[in-house]
């Protein structure tokens, strides 16, 4: 069965680097997909991290792109996060998942079950 | 504010249809890139409905369906049953972001 498991620290304080891990089970990470950080805000709606294709190209959000490195560890079929110089506006359900991707369209299936951080002192 | 603009709120009782828009700009929606719905259930992990405007994955009931035209897409719900009351989200891809991928702001359905 196909699946995406978060980890990481619950708790970050603001200023330091959230680190989060995805492994994957079920599919290999070299499979050609491109993998995928979502986040939710606690009460707002989802939010684009970023992802990162087999062979290491990323793309990310714009609005986080000089704090943000996603990168894959094939060795252990797993997908990193790792975003530098957190706030209390960097809380958040942070899902990992695969990102389907065409020549002209992506989405996203299937996701993980997501893991909170929070950034607070 | 997301890019992609939907009813914070619908709601409807057992039976009923109902539909949950969702309105770009001609940098997403309107550029014909696709549109694809996930419902999100408390506690649970978002899950795909709709892939590519009308495409359901395997599982999925035929009572969601999906539709797209100009630059606005909607999500439409028969036969509505007391577990479909969620969080429904939809997604495209905008050119102006960098190609990045961009949401709505979820709608939260109520069955009545």
């Known amino acids: 069965q196909e699946q995406l498991q978060e980890s990481g620290p619950g708790l970050v304080k603001p200023s330091e680097t959230l680190s989060l891990t995805c492994a994957l089970s079920g599919f290999s990470i070299t499979s050609g997909h491109y993998w995928g950080w979502i986040r939710q805000p606690p009460g707002k709606g989802l939010e684009w991290i970023g992802s990162i294709s087999h062979s290491g190209s990323t793309d990310y959000r714009s609005s986080l792109k000089s704090r943000v490195t996603i990168s894959v560890d094939t060795s252990k079929n797993q997908v990193s996060l790792k975003l530098t110089s957190v706030t209390a506006a960097d809380t958040a359900l942070y899902y990992c998942a695969r990102i389907m991707t065409t020549m002209t369209t992506r989405w996203i299936d299937p996701w993980g079950q997501g893991t909170l951080v929070t950034v607070s002192s | 504010q997301s890019v992609l603009t939907q009813p914070p709120s619908v709601s409807g009782a057992p039976g009923q249809r109902v539909t949950i828009s969702c309105t770009g700009s001609?940098?997403?929606?309107?550029?014909?890139?696709?549109v694809h719905w996930y419902q999100h259930l408390p506690g649970e992990a978002p899950k795909l409905l709709i892939y590519?405007?009308?495409n359901r994955p395997s599982g999925v009931p035929h009572r969601f369906s999906g539709s797209k035209s100009g630059t606005s897409a909607s999500l439409a719900i028969t036969g509505l049953q007391p577990e479909d009351e969620a969080d429904y989200y939809c997604q495209s891809y905008d050119r102006s972001l960098s190609g990045s991928v961009v949401f709505g702001g979820g709608t939260k359905l109520t069955v009545l």
């Open positions: 001609s940098s997403n929606i309107g550029s014909d890139y696709d």
């Open positions: 590519s405007n009308i």
